[in-house]
Each structure stands twice: as C-alpha cells, then as structure tokens.
C-alpha cells in the first residue's frame, strides 16, 4: 500500500486511548506503560480527514502484534503438518515414529538423521535409501524417522506399502495411471515392507509400474524389506529382476545389524507379567 493508504487504515483502525496513555509536550499521545508515542505527524502540510497525525505502534502492541502473528504462523504450520501426516501415512502409528522418541537401539539412526539433514542434497541427487536386515531390527521406524522429520518442514512425503497400493489399484482399475502419477508427485516415496506383497503376474506387473514411474519421476524412493541384498541382487527371474534392477539403481543399501527389537520387547513384557504375577502370589 501507498503511504496514504497506510495512512488511512490507521486512522481506521486506531485503538481508544488507554487510562494510563498520556500526551507528550510534543502534543503526540504516548503509551503509559512503554513510554513511546502511539501517534507520528504527517510530512509537514499535510493531513487526513482534517487530522495532522496517525497512529503509530509503541513498543507495547509492536510486541502484542508480533506475539499474535507468531501464534498465527504456528497454528498454520501445525495444521498444514497436520494434514500432511493424514495424507502421507498410511498408519496413524507412524506419527510416533521420530528422532525424538528413538530409543538409541538402532546402530544405523544416524544414516537417517544425515537423509534429513540433507534431504535438499538427496533430492537433488535424487538419492534413496534400501534398508534391508532381519525382522525387526527397525528398518520401519528408521523410515518414519526421516518422514515425519521432513513432514515437520512441510515437506509432503508418502509412506505406504505394496499390499495398500495393490489394493487401491484394483479397486480403481480406470484409475490407475492417475494413482500412480499422484504416488510420483510426492517428494519423497516410502514403500515399506517390500516383498511382502502377492507374487502374482499381475501384483509383480503393478509393483514395477510404482517403481519404474517413480525411476522416471527422477524422485527419491526409499525402500524397506527383508529380503536379502544377495536375494536382490540375484533375483529368481526376470519379473523380479527388472524391479529389483530399478530399486537397486535408485536406492543405497543400509545394513541393519541391530537386535530383534520387537523380540526384545516381548520378552521384557513377559518378565513383566511374571514379575506381576509373582506379587499377586506373595499377597
């Protein structure tokens, strides 16, 4: 806006003096409580509606002002990560999964932590991740990591699976190019759990749909399963090869030697039921 403009938005929305304001010997009014003057004189020779000045932000509701739009900006952000997290995840449950809550368990997390810190670089490259180890070693939660870390940032990331994409896509058969197309627009594609998924003619013939309209998206891909990089590498036939093929041009294998995690827990829940039962009995 013009200075006039400016001019007469605050004169149409100044604010009522308060009890404890004061005018100054300039004949300006002034906050009582930071002392600063809430009015300033036009340019000399001019005024607004027969009025020499306008008001003029003390220090008082600078501060207000900037507390509010600050309050403003968050609320926004949380929402827009809000509605990134109901869109990009598949289980609600992935939401937990962040640096934050990491137990410190899995030896590969910073491999993660340096994904997030330079996603702009691993986008650029067009860089993905193959996280590959036994059950439960904590490829999943490793992945979740760097989603919501990126979703925090108001980047817009899909984490899903193959069994949820077979799914959708046989029961939008026309369809299907647009689902796969909106898969390609993320950022950055998560697919968990691959490997798992039916290994029928049509199920392998989707599955290298996603992966090679993803290739050609030239977007990030990460990658979890566990199947072994020597079964990647060496896969039983060409239906398996040519996506195996993509996903290993695409994506850097990650190791995962971890513990069993989920093995872990259930035995310490099992220690702790024997541990309840056992002062039930001493009652």
Known sequence: MSDYDNAIFRLATAQEAEPEDYTGEDGLLYCGSCRQPKEAYFTEGKNLFGRDRHPKECDCQRKRRETQEAADKERKHRDTVEELKRRGFSNAAMRQWTFDNDNGKCPQMDKALFYAANWEEMKAENIGYLLWGKVGTGKSYFAGCIANALMEREISVCMTNFALILNDLAASYKGRNEY???????????????????????????????????????????????????????????????????LLEMCCPVFFTGENIRKTTAQGKMERLKGLMNGKESL
Do not use: W
Not at 198 to 216: A, K
Not at 217 to 234: A, C, F, G, M, Y
């Open 180 to 246: 796969i197309d909106r898969l390609c627009r993320f950022p950055l594609l998560i697919l968990d759990d691959f490997g798992m998924e039916r290994g029928t003619e049509y199920g392998l013939e989707q599955v290298y749909n996603v992966v090679d309209s993803r290739y050609r998206s030239r977007k990030p891909l990460i990658v979890t399963t566990n199947l072994t990089l020597e079964e990647l590498q060496h896969p039983e036939d060409t239906a398996h090869s040519r996506i195996y093929d993509r």
